[in-house]
């Protein structure tokens, strides 16, 4: 199912063990998984995906990454709401991510957006 897919890949953001968060990766994300983070760029493949999140936890002691919607899908694709907490409770960031699954039901692209929607331009 792919709530638990998107909730292994949650968990590996808050996992500090690399070997831990490699195994939840790995039940994740596709061998090939690409990561689109708008201010860091493109990471392709588990390791790289890895790579970035070992370096969350360096950049944001104690913080925490939750869902805090439900994920709504559709052929193959699916979008769900985030935020980033601080070790203090506070709020660091909140975003949406727009994910695309591969035939065995593991994230093939994540697409991370950061803050709210902008407003109409007039």
Same mark, same amino acid.
């Given at each position: 199912?792919?709530?638990?897919?998107?909730?292994?890949?949650?968990?590996?953001?808050?996992?500090?063990?690399?070997?831990?968060?490699? #195994? @939840?990766? +790995? %039940?994740?994300?596709?061998?090939?998984?690409?990561? =689109? /983070?708008?201010?860091?760029?493109?990471?392709?493949? $588990?390791?790289?995906?890895?790579?970035?999140?070992?370096?969350?936890?360096?950049?944001?002691?104690?913080?925490?990454?939750?869902?805090?919607?439900?994920?709504?899908?559709?052929?193959?694709?699916?979008?769900?709401?985030? #935020? @980033?907490? +601080? %070790?203090?409770?506070?709020?660091?960031?909140?975003? =949406? /991510?727009?994910?695309?699954?591969?035939?065995?039901? $593991?994230?093939?692209?994540?697409?991370?957006?950061?803050?709210?929607?902008?407003?109409?331009?007039?």
């Amino acid at each position: 199912m792919l709530d638990d897919v998107v909730r292994a890949y949650d968990a590996a953001w808050n996992e500090p063990d690399q070997a831990a968060r490699a #195994e @939840l990766l +790995a %039940a994740s994300l596709a061998e090939d998984a690409e990561l =689109v /983070d708008p201010m860091s760029g493109r990471f392709t493949g $588990r390791d790289a995906i890895d790579e970035r999140i070992a370096g969350f936890g360096e950049r944001f002691p104690g913080a925490r990454l939750t869902i805090t919607s439900g994920i709504d899908e559709h052929n193959g694709f699916a979008r769900y709401a985030w #935020e @980033l907490t +601080a %070790a203090d409770g506070s709020l660091v960031l909140d975003g =949406v /991510d727009i994910v695309e699954r591969d035939d065995d039901n $593991r994230l093939r692209r994540i697409v991370m957006f950061f803050g709210p929607l902008p407003p109409v331009a007039e």
